[in-house]
């Protein structure tokens, strides 16, 4: 999934942030603000790291788990349908239906984490992931299966706004970008990882490791303080100023940093709210559609497809060991993916989603063409490596452009004024996109030769 991280948040240009409506604001006047003594701050900043560290440390614990919901149907979908006795559309539905429970996830999120702070929606998010893991775990048909896959995924939803969130606010501003960038890092390990183990044991007991990183969640939490900026909020003064001392060192001088949360908040609060017919202004309406489109394009490129079906896209293809080429895909996403986050400041945006693209396209058709000599038994020993070779530099050219830099995009062709609302729509037709493609992608995975047979006859009455 992509699933997604704010670009703001990534390049450590966000102070907080108010809810999904009011998302990455008006991080340039507090810029402004600093300018002078960004440097001052940034050294007394750096007098103790250690604490914001072992925060970061736990929060990524929740990009960890969202990578583990998204990585374990590939390597679980034979054994699952085997044990279960599941048709195709029911593990469709299975796979699918994460994405739903993250998209009410995403929408909640904003309002959970402020009404009961960062840290209790972790904590939130963690024992619905838990109740979901276990659910899979007894799972004895499709409907417990769906359950639980539908509370991990409003977990993972809740995760992926309040982790990056909380780094951010926690962070000094130095370390602020590379911190905030382990999210998306800690989301492709997860992936990977439920990818390596789920070959390895039984979806049974893959189910059982999803816990894990809940439970270290749950237990680091303990140990770290709230978020400074949440804590002022909501008017608690006093916990705030000491939330503060403790991530910044006991003998840092904090006074300025606190003056400048302050402001941030009280002027936060006084920005008039965009509706979502404001969208539709002229102004507007062109950094809108390239944002949607951008989505389109990213979802309906099939991406959560193969992520979510990989093993078994092996092995229709014909590969001796599915449990090989699963393998492979989780080993070459995370250096990838580290190289996408280093180009991409460095090659510009729109240079590397063409060159990601171009890339996609060439693995799409490289995919496409092996199952096109499988149906007509042509070079039947070159299918398997053509399947594997395109599912790679898919994954590949995908990992370095398009997973992330639309994201990036958005968030920079936005107003400050409509960012939030406009956000909020884009990220619901990210979640859209991604929920139709991984609910129709085995049915037309199995949409044989025959089948299209049937479709000619239908649209040509009177031939076959």
């Given at each position: 999934?992509?699933?997604?991280?704010?670009?703001?948040?990534?390049?450590?240009?966000?102070?907080?942030?108010?809810?999904?409506?009011?998302?990455?604001?008006?991080?340039?006047?507090?810029?402004?603000?600093?300018?002078?003594?960004?440097?001052?701050?940034?050294?007394?900043?750096?007098?103790?790291?250690?604490?914001?560290?072992?925060?970061?440390?736990?929060?990524?614990?929740?990009?960890?788990?969202?990578?583990?919901?998204?990585?374990?149907?590939?390597?679980?979908?034979?054994?699952?349908?085997?044990?279960?006795?599941?048709?195709?559309?029911?593990?469709?539905?299975?796979?699918?239906?994460?994405?739903?429970?993250?998209?009410?996830?995403?929408?909640?999120?904003?309002?959970?984490?402020?009404?009961?702070?960062?840290?209790?929606?972790?904590?939130?998010?963690?024992?619905?992931?838990?109740?979901g893991w276990l659910a899979v775990f007894f799972s004895t048909g499709p409907s417990s299966l769906d359950a639980g896959r539908i509370l991990t995924g409003y977990g993972i939803g809740v995760f992926s706004y309040v982790v990056p969130i909380?780094?951010?606010?926690?962070?000094?501003?130095?370390?602020?970008?590379?911190?905030?960038?382990?999210?998306?890092?800690?989301?492709?390990?997860?992936?990977?990882?439920?990818?390596?183990?789920?070959?390895?044991?039984?979806?049974?007991?893959?189910?059982?490791?999803?816990?894990?990183?809940?439970?270290?969640?749950?237990?680091?939490?303990?140990?770290?303080?709230?978020?400074?900026?949440?804590?002022?909020?909501?008017?608690?003064?006093?916990?705030?100023?000491?939330?503060?001392?403790?991530?910044?060192?006991?003998?840092?001088?904090?006074?300025?940093?606190?003056?400048?949360?302050?402001?941030?908040?009280?002027?936060?609060?006084?920005?008039?709210?965009?509706?979502?017919?404001?969208?539709?202004?002229?102004?507007?309406?062109?950094?809108?559609?390239?944002?949607?489109?951008?989505?389109?394009?990213?979802?309906?490129?099939?991406?959560?497809?193969?992520?979510?079906?990989?093993?078994?896209?092996?092995?229709?293809?014909?590969?001796?060991?599915?449990?090989?080429?699963?393998?492979?895909?989780?080993?070459?996403?995370?250096?990838?993916?580290?190289?996408?986050?280093?180009?991409?400041?460095?090659?510009?945006?729109?240079?590397?989603?063409?060159?990601?693209?171009?890339?996609?396209?060439?693995?799409?058709?490289?995919?496409?063409?092996?199952?096109?000599?499988?149906?007509?038994?042509?070079?039947?020993?070159?299918?398997?490596?053509?399947?594997?070779?395109?599912?790679?530099?898919?994954?590949?050219?995908?990992?370095?452009?398009?997973?992330?830099?639309?994201?990036?995009?958005?968030?920079?062709?936005?107003?400050?004024?409509?960012?939030?609302?406009?956000?909020?729509?884009?990220?619901?037709?990210?979640?859209?996109?991604?929920?139709?493609?991984?609910?129709?992608?085995?049915?037309?995975?199995?949409?044989?030769?025959?089948?299209?047979?049937?479709?000619?006859?239908?649209?040509?009455?009177?031939?076959?």
């Open positions: 999934m992509t699933i997604r991280l704010q670009g703001d948040v990534e390049r450590g240009e966000v102070n907080g942030l108010e809810d999904l409506e009011k998302p990455l604001i008006l991080e340039e006047k507090i810029v402004v603000i600093d300018d002078n003594h960004e440097t001052d701050q940034d050294q007394e900043s750096t007098g103790s790291i250690g604490m914001v560290l072992l925060c970061t440390f736990v929060a990524v614990c929740g990009s960890f788990e969202f990578g583990s919901c998204v990585g374990y149907s590939a390597p679980t979908q034979s054994a699952i349908r085997e044990d279960l006795n599941l048709s195709i559309a029911e593990y469709s539905m299975f796979g699918s239906i994460l994405t739903i429970g993250a998209m009410f996830g995403a929408i909640t999120s904003g309002r959970i984490a402020d009404f009961i702070g960062r840290k209790g929606a972790m904590r939130l998010s963690a024992c619905f992931c838990i109740t909380f780094i951010a606010e926690i962070a000094p501003k130095n370390l602020r970008g590379g911190l905030t960038t382990l999210n998306q890092l800690m989301i492709v390990t997860g992936s990977s990882t439920a990818f390596l183990i789920g070959s390895a044991i039984t979806w049974r007991g893959l189910a059982l490791t999803g816990i894990v990183p809940c439970v270290f969640l749950l237990a680091g939490l303990c140990f770290v303080p709230e978020s400074p900026r949440w804590l002022a909020k909501v008017g608690l003064e006093k916990e705030f100023r000491e939330a503060l001392q403790k991530l910044r060192g006991k003998d840092a001088d904090v006074t300025r940093e606190a003056a400048e949360i302050q402001v941030y908040l009280e002027t936060l609060q006084a920005l008039p709210k965009a509706k979502l017919l404001n969208l539709l202004e002229s102004k507007y309406i062109r950094s809108v559609i390239i944002g949607v489109a951008l989505m389109v394009f990213q979802q309906f490129g099939g991406i959560n497809g193969i992520g979510f079906y990989a093993s078994e896209t092996f092995a229709s293809a014909g590969l001796s060991s599915a449990k090989i080429g699963t393998i492979a895909y989780a080993c070459i996403q995370i250096p990838i993916t580290m190289l996408g986050a280093v180009l991409m400041d460095k090659s510009g945006r729109r240079p590397l989603i063409m060159i990601s693209a171009t890339g996609t396209f060439l693995g799409s058709f490289l995919a496409g063409t092996s199952f096109f000599l499988k149906g007509h038994g042509l070079l039947l020993e070159w299918v398997p490596i053509l399947a594997v070779a395109g599912v790679l530099i898919y994954v590949s050219a995908f990992s370095i452009g398009m997973g992330a830099v639309p994201w990036v995009i958005m968030s920079e062709i936005f107003p400050i004024n409509i960012k939030g609302i406009a956000g909020s729509l884009v990220v619901l037709v990210n979640w859209l996109g991604a929920w139709a493609v991984s609910f129709t992608f085995n049915f037309l995975m199995d949409w044989s030769s025959s089948g299209k047979s049937k479709l000619l006859h239908i649209l040509r009455p009177g031939t076959e």
